[in-house]
DNA sequence: GACCATATCCCACAAACATGGGATACCTCT
DNA sequence: AGAGGTATCCCATGTTTGTGGGATATGGTC
């Protein structure tokens, strides 16, 4: 009997929605939510063949590790298993690293209990679903033209600097690269960060990489 | 009253299909079909701005010009219009043309009278809508890090500090996150630069970004 | 002319990082 | 039992980075 039952798992830092889904799936009569966990870090720290859920709930903006991390750590190892982020979020950028890193859904929190159901049924059936916001993203991002972005609030020379940091120089090697002195580069840094809202080269890679400079 | 009503036209050229949906969105309290022809040609004949309609449900296969080519006519006319694609096709590079194109939604003819009704309301108030198994190849199309790559050279506990380091946490933010000390995260991070042959964060962030890991 | 953004350089200090050495413990595989 | 890999921890040292102050010079703009 209980193999014929859909195993989820719920990694959810808000302890009301966690248990509140949690008992609502314990309540349907062909799933059962086996973990629920907090974080990633909980999660991975009970995952192993034996335990390894059919389908997981994630949110993203997760404490310690995000979700969209934890996702590729997952799915690397258990590639068979569907992950639906559940998120409050509605930005693209956000939607997009998700899909790319391979959810199988993308639910919004304020989606109803009947249709986190249907999502789980529907994707542990091989199938997949958002809800219609983030549909609309995704549409959003096929419609052709939709190519201009607000300019980047960096100068040419600060430009310059970031793709040093990209390509994993030191402020040495940008120095030097650019014909300037080690101190120029880090005036230019400072001035990044400044208007990034950023402090450290990590971050000005990340968000270069992820195409929001 | 009538303004109440969500105004919906179809264009398919089979006429079961047509009058059945005619029929059905007839009949119900919330829309009407106010248009239903076999071609886009006979839509256009007759479509201006007292009949545009709310909602346009278009076949893809149609007889002379094509619902995608129609689609982007209507669309460039009256960028009001929802259309959704309403087809038999599997097939990823229409599925995709559609989308560019600008449809709202993508729905196989098999979807049911109820689900139809349902995704014209979700449309209609700004949203979209897939049948889950078009969502299904828009996923895939997102999953493009599925190359199987030969295994990470990293262990899991080693790919989850990378995790940190992308996410652009310091090692004692990491440390934390992981719930280990300090110390073994500069360990595990002095074997993941010998592994990857790196010596800095930002190119293991770069490595990682660029999926080389 | 005053103002502001840009680009260039310098100094100083604290924090974070890179790298070299260790150590212990647990597994698995031979 | 021993070898090898993993995970955990500690120390020491030097380098790099982050951040706060400066300074000068060149443009454009109001």
Redesign the interface.
């Known amino acids: 009997m209980e193999e014929l039952m859909i195993q989820v798992a719920i990694i959810e830092d808000d302890d009301v929605i966690r248990e509140g889904v949690s008992e609502y799936l314990d309540g349907l009569d062909n799933m059962i939510c086996t973990m629920a966990k907090p974080s990633v870090?909980h999660f991975?720290a009970i995952l192993n063949r034996e335990t390894a859920p059919d389908v997981i709930l994630m949110d993203i903006g997760l404490?310690?590790?995000?979700g969209i991390?934890?996702m590729?750590?997952i799915t690397?190892?258990y590639p068979d298993i569907c992950i639906i982020m559940f998120t409050v979020y509605h930005d693209s950028h956000r939607i997009?690293e998700s899909?790319?890193?391979?959810?199988?859904g993308y639910l919004l929190k304020n989606t109803s209990f009947p249709e986190i159901k249907q999502a789980i049924e529907?994707i542990h059936g091989?199938?997949?679903?958002?809800s219609?916001?983030i549909?609309?993203k995704?549409?959003e991002h096929?419609?052709?033209g939709r190519k201009r972005r607000d300019p980047s609030p960096l100068t040419r020379k600060e430009q310059e600097v970031v793709m040093g940091?990209?390509?994993?120089?030191?402020y040495k090697m940008i120095a030097d690269s650019g014909c300037i002195s080690i101190e120029t580069v880090r005036t230019h840094i400072k001035n990044i960060y400044k208007k990034l809202h950023?402090h450290?080269?990590?971050?000005v890679?990340?968000k270069s990489?992820?195409g929001e400079i």
Chains 1, 2 share one sequence.
């Open positions: 870090e991975l404490p310690g590790m995000s991390s934890g590729k750590l690397a190892e997009f899909l790319c890193a391979g959810a199988s529907v091989g199938g997949s679903m958002m219609p916001q549909a609309r995704v549409m096929f419609h052709t940091l990209v390509d994993g120089l030191s950023v450290s080269k990590a971050e890679i990340k990489l992820s």
